[in-house]
């Protein structure tokens, strides 16, 4: 009954709208026990609400990041491969906030570079961003990270151009780039 509702929400217009997905952040930042629920609209059949419940997930996740945990599995495994792209940029946008082993890096970091060669340039935005984000958890890849990152921000859409400077001196900023020279 509450999921039903709780996903009613998000339904009606199309998926470039957020609809009422804030409303929804906003009654599950209240009643956290809401959030399983709304994870669940993730693979409703219905796209809009799948687009908009990533939306809603991802914007409580940014605050309450150990919310996700319990759904590791299903972030670094079916949801990984949708074929939605509103989902796959949230998603995207996640993975870094996961506790993660090191071979569980390794798949999110897989995953990622995958997100690379996606068709849409808001897809590809999210995942540099999101493996920059994966080398505070795992500095190891920072040297190939920042390898993808300059060759992105010269050849991207000017979105991924400006996104990949910024992380670029991100990195440079948090030493990484002296790192990445010296292992390189």
Sequence with gaps: MVTSSLLRKLEGGDRRSIGRADEVVAAVLR???????????????????RARAADAVEKITVVHPHYLQPYKSSLIGPLAECDQKEVRWHVA???????????????VAHILRGCLRD?????????????????????DLGPAVRRQ????????????????????????GRGQATQIVRSA
């Design 31 to 49: 009643q956290p026990t809401l959030f399983g629920a709304l994870f669940d609209g993730l693979s409703v059949e219905n796209p809009v609400v």
């Design 93 to 107: 946008q996640m993975l870094p906030r996961l506790r993660l082993s090191a071979s569980e890096r390794r798949r």
């Design 119 to 139: 068709s849409s340039s808001i897809v590809k935005t999210c995942a540099m961003q999101a493996l920059a984000e994966l080398t505070q958890q795992a500095p």
């Design 149 to 172: 990152l300059q060759q992105l921000t010269a050849t991207g859409t000017p979105a991924m151009r400006a996104r990949g400077r910024k992380l670029l001196a991100e990195l440079k």
